[in-house]
């Protein structure tokens, strides 16, 4: 089931890998057919050089396995919390790459410095609170999506699509697995550019009219950024 969705999550989760920001097993991406309300998410602890897509599990929004040979993902309680809290996204991935991590551990927010930032969001990338022991202690997973969701807010999480979790590192969003995929590419490259802009000593972000213009004149209506697809070739 769900043969197209797992190439896809399988090719998300290979673009971490190409892309370098994954070591080991440290990271995963899924991704949601919202017909039928089934997530597909990596296995959890494969190999990323043996994955092959019939290792995809699919589960349902109750976190249960509906098929697949493997366990999903540790993280999965979190994905589907974002799923269920944002009906527009069709991806979610996270990672350790380090630059984001970096700032996730040092419980700092990415202050929106340039316009390659202002391309990707539109203000700083949030860092969570702590979780508390408590929340560490009981259903961790399902409550680092909660403290993401306090940091979202009512903002379109498609616009806000990165967050960092305090002492741990960043979760992506976006249409489909690839493009949340595609998201945590930017945000690492980002956030390595605000930590050495910081190095050089700049603190000030970047102004109001120059952050909202890159933004809009790519995510907003009348957006003009690549072509226009409506022309066709
Ligand atoms: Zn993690």
């Known amino acids: 089931m769900l043969e197209g969705l797992k190439r896809t999550v399988l090719k998300a989760n290979l673009d971490l890998v190409r892309d370098g920001l994954v070591v080991r097993t440290w990271g995963n991406a899924s991704g ?3 017909e039928s309300g089934l997530v597909v998410i990596k296995p959890s602890g494969v190999s990323y050089d043996t994955m092959n ?20 993902s540790t993280d999965a ?19 350790h790459s380090a630059f984001a991590t970096a700032w996730a551990q040092a419980g700092r927010d990415i202050p929106a410095f340039g316009t390659t930032h ?29 403290v993401i969701a306090e940091r979202i807010g009512a903002n379109d999480p498609l616009m ?10 960043p979760f992506c969003m976006g249409r489909d697995a690839p493009d949340a995929a595609g998201k945590a590419t930017e945000l690492e490259e980002i956030a390595r550019m605000a930590y050495f802009t910081v190095v050089l000593g700049q603190t000030v972000p970047v102004d109001d009219y120059l ?8 995510h907003g209506r009348g957006a003009y950024y690549g072509q226009d697809k409506s022309k066709g070739s």
């Open 32 to 34: 949601i057919d919202r």
């Open 53 to 72: 897509e019939g290792d995809m599990v699919v589960i349902d929004l109750d976190g249960r396995v509906v098929e697949g040979g493997y366990r999903p």
């Open 160 to 169: 806000f699509s990165s967050v960092l979790v305090y002492s741990h590192g």
């Open 118 to 146: 202002a391309d990707h969001c539109y203000g700083a990338i949030p860092c969570t609170r702590k979780l508390t022991r408590e929340e560490v202690g009981n259903e961790y997973e399902l409550n680092t999506g909660k």
């Open 77 to 95: 309680p979190t994905h589907i919390y974002l799923y269920r809290e944002y009906p527009s996204i069709g991806g979610v991935v996270h990672t």
């Open 211 to 218: 952050l909202g213009k890159h933004f809009s004149r790519k």
